[in-house]
């Protein structure tokens, strides 16, 4: 099992900034990717970014350049910093860790913390 636990969203002005961060707990070893998520009212949670136990990343168009993830494993924690926020970036954000458990891949996912943009 692995256990998620998202924190750091807020109600920020547009232009500013915000870091989002997931802590992980449990079978922390078995962990391969983890990502962010997000999803505003009325549509469908999407991808935001993602990155693998060995740091490489990949993001959605939108965020490219704005957005940067990162992991500290000693600390079981993976980050996301958010530059340059826009209205349209409000959603509730998603932590997901997907775990290698033998020839299983199983997916975990976090709560989610609200961001707002908004002046």
């Known amino acids: 099992q692995v256990q998620l636990v998202e924190s750091g969203g807020d109600l920020v002005q547009p232009g500013t900034s915000l870091r989002l961060a997931c802590a992980a707990s449990?079978?922390?070893?078995?962990?391969?990717?983890m990502g962010w998520y997000r999803q505003a009212p009325g549509k469908e949670r999407e991808l935001v970014a993602t990155?693998?136990?060995?740091?490489?990343?990949n993001y959605e168009d939108s965020v490219k350049g704005r957005f940067t993830i990162s992991r500290d494993n000693p600390k079981n924690t993976m980050y996301l910093e958010m530059n340059s926020l826009k209205p349209e970036d409000t959603a509730v954000y998603y932590c997901?860790?997907?775990?290698?458990?033998?020839?299983?891949?199983?997916?975990?996912w976090g709560r989610g913390t609200q961001v707002t943009v908004s002046s």
């Open positions: 449990g079978n922390i070893d078995s962990i391969d990717t």
């Open positions: 997901k860790a997907v775990s290698a458990q033998g020839a299983i891949m199983i997916t975990y």
């Open positions: 990155i693998t136990n060995g740091g490489s990343t």
